[in-house]
């Protein structure tokens, strides 16, 4: 029997292989949880590019680590429906995960991401993902930013995500998070930290421990918070922003100091009383809204307050002066 035409297409064949493992960078192992991954979400037409057949590191969405060849950021905008598949937690070298604008994603987050031990940034947004903000997540030491804004994700916001020590950027807004903020929440240990809570429906008082934290921002607006805030601002901080809109937030806001970084200030829709102090006139505020509050006495003249127009000041029980009409 002539084994010729085997033997050459064995050679043929093993020759491919070569080929194919020196041309193909992308790590065997990632590649097929990646497959797996597209098969979980049933092979939709947004990852089309997601060939078997082709390097992994040149499919889209993702980023290969430039020695590793390991799968480092996995960033997918739309097009995604079904469930966060558990997979996702089999790429171990993933730094960024970034899941956005899918309105048919569904589910809770799964507990395999705890799994992603160098993971930095998480972003899971725009999407109809529900259940509770996992406790769990207070496992991925190494993350920097965490968002879960604009989702269905209902129940406490978990208070032992203070213990994540790098997080400078938390968003849950938007969700229908209830119960209150937790006191941990003034423990955090990153630096110019960003704390976005508004759209929910947190209740009770916001614990004063945040008093003890120089956030970068806050934003709690539309909630239903309820006694003391003035424990937020303090000249000692370098807060620039601070929303605390449409709450039922009860303090004096004659008594206030406020940083000198503070460049917004949004408090409309609460119960906030006493007068607009003159310390207020010193700040380069982009923006100030105070409407909708209890506020009396006269609207002190200089700095940027009287660029805000009206509506800044109006639906108060008895604040006059420029830029309202009634004089005092
Ligand atoms: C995590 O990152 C460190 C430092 O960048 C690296 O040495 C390590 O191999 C990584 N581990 C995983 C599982 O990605
Ligand atoms: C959630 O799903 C509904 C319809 O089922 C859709 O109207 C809504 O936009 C989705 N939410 C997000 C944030 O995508
Ligand atoms: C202040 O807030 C009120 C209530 O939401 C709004 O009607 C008004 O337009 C706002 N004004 C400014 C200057 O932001």
């Known amino acids: 029997m002539d084994t010729r ?113 160098n993971l930095t940034y998480l972003t899971i947004s725009w999407t109809n993902v529900s259940g509770p903000v996992p406790q769990f997540l207070s496992q991925l030491k190494t993350l920097l930013s965490l968002d879960l804004s604009f989702n269905s994700l209902a129940g406490p916001v978990p208070h032992s995500l203070s213990q994540l020590p790098n997080l400078n950027s938390l968003h849950l807004e938007r969700n229908k998070l209830t119960g209150p903020i937790p006191d941990s929440f003034g423990e955090f240990r990153g630096d110019d930290f960003y704390l976005y809570l508004s759209h929910n429906q947190l209740s009770g008082k916001i614990p004063a421990s945040l008093g003890k934290k120089d956030f970068a921002a806050v934003d709690l607006s539309r909630n239903e918070l309820e006694g003391d805030a003035s424990f937020l601002f303090g000249t000692r901080k370098t807060t620039r922003g601070v929303d605390l809109s449409r709450n039922y937030l009860e303090f004096d806001l004659w008594k206030v100091e406020f940083p000198r970084s503070l460049r917004w200030l949004d408090l409309n829709h609460n119960k906030i009383t006493g007068s607009i102090p003159v310390g207020l006139t010193e700040l380069k505020l982009q923006k100030l809204n105070v409407s909708y509050n209890r506020l009396c006495g006269k609207i002190p003249v200089g700095g940027e307050l009287q660029r805000f127009g009206y509506s800044a000041y109006f639906e108060n029980w008895c604040l006059c002066g420029a830029p309202l009409v009634k004089s005092c």
Not at 59 to 67: A, V
Not at 81 to 104: A, F, M, R
Request: a positive charge.
């Open 5 to 117: 035409p085997f033997l050459i297409f064995t050679l043929l064949f093993s020759t491919i292989n070569i080929h194919s493992s020196h041309s193909e960078l992308c790590h065997p192992q990632d590649k097929k949880v990646l497959l797996q991954i597209k098969q979980a979400f049933n092979n939709p037409y947004v990852l089309t590019s997601w060939d078997p057949q082709s390097d992994c590191c040149k499919w889209y969405f993702l980023k290969c680590d430039g020695t590793t060849h390991r799968i480092n950021s996995l960033t997918i905008s739309g097009g995604l429906s079904g469930e966060i598949p558990p997979q996702i937690g089999d790429l171990p070298y993933l730094q960024t995960l970034v899941l956005i604008k899918h309105e048919n994603l569904r589910g809770p987050i799964p507990p395999t991401l705890t799994k992603l031990k």
